[in-house]
């Protein structure tokens, strides 16, 4: 069975930093590409960050130069470094396979002082 588990949300202060966590487990998580997602209240579910298969990255304007993705194979995990968080970085944070459309629960980060 795919799955998916976040980890690492929190309150955070403005310009605090914060490391989410995705552990995958029922596929072969080393071939796949993997997403970072947030959905704000009242707002759509927006892309935030995505690693290749070869680790090559692409970022949303929003969070370039802020946030770090990367992933460990052998830990079957893909991680979210973020820095320098603001008010509007505070979201419900998913993790999703897309090739195979599988999301994780998510995971929420508050930034507030």
């Known amino acids: 069975q795919v799955q998916l588990v976040e980890s690492g949300g929190g309150l955070v202060q403005p310009g605090g930093s914060l490391t989410l966590s995705c552990a995958a487990s029922?596929?072969?998580?080393?071939?796949?590409?993997m997403n970072w997602y947030r959905q704000a209240p009242g707002k759509e579910r927006e892309l935030v960050a995505t690693?290749?298969?070869?680790?090559?990255?692409y970022y949303a304007d929003s969070v370039k130069g802020r946030f770090t993705i990367s992933r460990n194979n052998a830990a079957n995990t893909v991680y979210l470094q973020m820095n320098s968080l603001k008010p509007d970085d505070t979201a419900v944070y998913y993790c999703?396979?897309?090739?195979?459309?599988?999301w994780g629960q998510g995971t929420q980060v508050t930034v507030s002082s």
């Open positions: 999703r396979v897309p090739v195979l459309n599988i």
């Open positions: 029922g596929f072969t998580f080393s071939t796949y590409a």
């Open positions: 690693i290749f298969t070869v680790a090559a990255t």
